[in-house]
């Protein structure tokens, strides 16, 4: 019963990690093809995976890219399945940052000297 509950929980993890190219580490899914050959050439693909951004963010990089970089133009189809390969399977995350901490617990507010005494 326990081994058939961890295969469970390690079914995600381990096909997950079936469907990220060893080399470069990207996603396995239409059009990484396309981003594995043109944004490797000029930086890490770890560049790429560790960004997240919507499809209109991603856009706007690319252009600043072209515009600064020298990034060469790509053919429209080609743009289009990077773009689609990119917002698919680097989109934006949540905020994964903790709640502030309440003024009530930071140091020199009056409940904080109260709990003292």
Request: aromatic share 6%.
């Amino acid at each position: 019963m326990r081994a058939a509950l961890l295969l469970l929980l390690l079914l995600p993890a381990l096909t997950s990690a079936a469907d990220v190219d060893e080399v470069t580490g990207l996603i396995r899914n239409p059009g990484w093809e396309q981003v594995r050959a043109h944004c490797g050439g000029c930086h890490s693909h770890a560049l790429v995976t560790s960004q997240r951004a919507d499809r209109n963010t991603w856009l706007d990089t690319l252009r600043w890219m072209q515009a600064t970089q020298n990034l060469w133009q790509f053919e429209p189809s080609v743009e289009t399945q990077i773009l689609d390969y990119l917002a698919e399977n680097y989109p934006p995350m949540a905020n994964r940052r903790r709640a502030p901490i309440p003024p009530s617990l930071m140091p020199g507010s009056d409940k904080e000297m109260a709990n003292k005494q």
